[in-house]
Structures are given as structure tokens and as C-alpha cells.
């Protein structure tokens, strides 16, 4: 039989797409049940045995305060105020409303604190992820980072034809000035192959994947995979589209999360295809998120939907970071006395978003 999971939220729309999801997902051991109304899950709680309850904050009355009796599951200061810990459930995890820390910042917190409080806005399939390696259900060690991490800005659009490439190349050129940058790109098919003349026998980011996989992408074979052009530092793009597939969304956070620490970078330049879902859960690490648009009225519709999503799955601090940007059309741009090339009309534009987003 398996152990249930009460999934605990005021919002019953945030609730019930939770247990939809997690009851249809494969990888969960559970049966799910999702609860809004506290009193609904405590009467619940009375009959059915509770192996593992994941909650939000609850709003607490001066009356519940004064009728609290400390205990319940992973008994810690804040079972005093949240009316969660008052469930005998074996364990519980709390959702969060602050998005997780950069781990240079949080090394010094415990592990137990960091392992059981997970961030309430990202995709289903994260929050799952987390429950589960949380909760002990995932046989691999986490990974741990030391030192500083390099910066993570994030370059994504739903639009097709946005400049969105041309744009991440730009901005890792025009950073290169001041800082040390690696550009990587998560297109399936790129020409970025075409900047090194030994493609075909250099390591893609398609080895990058099958040696983190592996537990074996150490900082000097990381190092290794890097490729020097008179532009910029990249990696090379994965070999075929399928090895995309290669990583779920989750590993994803953790492949970026480790070559942050490995790269020995400033920043990161991260190019990605138009699937949100791929991506989402990297939102919340990235200093900045560059959101390529066009003019074109057709593409407002798609524009439009993508924000009311963001808006319900993210914070109000991520959407503060996204940048939307309409990139000049390098092939539509005329020669002029003070501009005799394209490339250093984009680079004065791009140059101008560093200046105003990123150093400012």
C-alpha cells in the first residue's frame, strides 16, 4: 500500500493542480491527497496516517497561537507559529514563498533546514523532484558547491525570429570586456559549430551531459570542453536534439547549478530553446532574464499567455528580474557614417542593456 502525501495550500487552484499532477507522475510513490482548508486537513488527519505532509504558511489567529501545544513532526522554533506542525504527520516539508539562495550563500545553514523547506513557485514536476529527493526516495548524493558562482543570465523568448541567439552572442562579446564569459547554448540545432574548426572531433555539451550524469564532470575536464575563439568562450552545442532528452528539468537546474561552481567564469550566458518547461525552474537563479521581443502584433497573444503563466508559477522578485528587449534586426539595419557595420550598431545596443540592467 502506498504512504500518502497531503499536499497543504490556501490557494485550492495551486492545491489541486498539485495533486493532479504528482497523481499522474510515474515517479511518485504516494497517494496524493491536496488540501486549502486547514480544518479539512486535520479532521482528515484524525482517520488516515500521514507518512509525509508538504504545506504553506497558514494564517494564525492569537486564539490558535495560545491553544498550541509544541510537538508534531520535526519539531523546530517555528512549530510554535505554524499551525502545520500540529498535524501527526511523520514528516513535513515546508513550501516556501522566498526563492532559494544561491548555495555560496547558504553554506553555512544546516542541512536539515535547507532540506526541508523547498520553493512553492516553480513547475510541478521541480516541486516534485524536490519532495522526493527530500524525503529520501532518490539514491544520488546531492552535489555540493564551494566557492563563488558565476553570474547566470538567462537569454529566452517564446517568439521565433527575436534576435534572441544574436542577442546572447552579443552579450557575451560586449562582456568579455569587462569580465571572463561562457556562452552556452540549449538550441537543438545551432551553427555555433562553425566557430571552431574541429567540431567534429572537440566535446559538445552533449559529453558535458553524460559526465555530469555520470558523476564525472570534474573541473579540469570541464575546462577541457571549453572552446577559445577570438569572440568569446563557448561550449559546443549537443550533437543531435535528442541529447537534450538527456537531462530531465531538474538535472538541468543541478547541470547549471555545478558548472557555475566549475567553470571558473564570471557569468554564464545561457541561450535557450522556446520550451518553457525545459528552463522554468532555472528562473529563480538567474541574475538576469533577457526576454527577446518583436513588434509584430501576432506574437502578442503568445507574449500575453506566457506572462499570465509566470505570473501564477513565479514570484513577484523573478519577474522583477526579466528584461524585455526588441533587438535590432542586424539584417534590415543600413550603413551609416557613424555606424559603418550592423555588428557595431548591435554591439552599441547591446553595450547599452549591460549598462542599464546589468552594471547599473
Do not use: W
Not at 516534485?128 to 552535489?143: A, D
Not at 497573444?301 to 514570484?315: M, V
Amino acid at each position: 500500500m502506498q504512504h500518502i502525501l497531503a499536499f497543504f495550500d490556501e490557494d485550492q487552484i495551486y492545491s489541486d493542480r498539485f495533486k493532479k499532477f504528482a497523481s499522474a507522475h510515474s515517479n511518485c510513490p504516494f497517494t496524493v491527497y491536496s488540501f486549502h482548508d486547514y480544518k479539512a486537513l486535520e479532521h482528515f488527519s484524525q482517520d488516515h496516517p500521514i507518512e509525509l505532509l508538504v504545506g504553506s504558511e497558514i494564517k494564525v489567529s492569537d486564539h490558535d497561537q495560545g491553544a498550541h501545544t509544541p510537538g508534531g513532526p520535526e519539531s523546530t522554533e517555528a512549530s510554535f507559529d505554524n499551525p502545520l506542525y500540529r498535524i501527526p504527520a511523520r514528516s513535513l516539508i515546508r513550501l516556501s514563498e522566498s526563492p532559494p539562495k544561491p548555495y555560496s550563500e547558504s553554506a553555512t545553514q544546516s542541512s536539515v533546514h535547507r532540506n526541508h523547506e523547498i520553493y512553492k513557485y516553480q513547475s510541478g514536476e521541480s516541486i516534485l523532484r524536490e519532495i522526493l529527493s527530500v524525503y529520501g526516495k532518490r539514491e544520488e548524493s546531492p552535489i555540493e558547491y564551494n566557492g563563488e558562482l558565476a553570474k547566470l543570465y538567462l537569454v529566452y523568448s517564446p517568439i521565433g525570429r527575436s534576435g534572441k541567439t544574436t542577442f546572447a552572442r552579443s552579450l557575451t562579446k560586449a562582456l568579455t570586456k569587462d569580465c571572463n564569459p561562457l556562452y552556452i547554448t540549449l538550441e537543438e540545432v545551432s551553427d555555433l559549430e562553425t566557430f571552431h574548426g574541429d567540431a567534429l572531433f572537440h566535446d559538445t555539451l552533449s559529453e558535458a551531459f553524460y559526465f555530469f550524469k555520470e558523476g564525472k564532470l570534474t573541473k579540469s575536464r570541464f575546462q577541457d570542453l571549453i572552446c577559445h575563439s577570438k569572440d568569446y568562450d563557448h561550449l559546443l552545442p549537443v550533437r543531435t536534439p535528442e541529447d537534450l532528452t538527456t537531462l530531465d528539468s531538474g538535472e538541468l537546474i543541478d547541470f547549471i547549478q555545478h558548472i557555475r561552481s566549475v567553470s571558473e567564469k564570471d557569468a554564464i550566458i545561457l541561450d535557450s530553446d522556446s520550451i518553457l518547461s525545459r528552463i522554468e525552474g532555472l528562473l529563480p537563479y538567474a541574475s538576469r532574464i533577457f526576454m527577446p521581443i518583436t513588434e509584430d502584433s501576432s506574437s502578442n497573444l503568445k507574449l500575453g499567455l506566457l506572462e499570465s503563466h509566470l505570473s501564477r508559477s513565479q514570484s513577484p522578485e523573478v519577474l522583477n528580474h526579466i528584461t524585455k528587449l526588441i533587438v535590432p534586426d542586424t539584417e534590415k539595419l543600413h550603413p551609416s557614417i557613424d555606424m559603418p557595420n550592423a555588428s557595431d550598431t548591435l554591439m552599441e545596443y547591446t553595450s547599452a542593456v549591460i549598462k542599464n540592467y546589468i552594471y547599473f
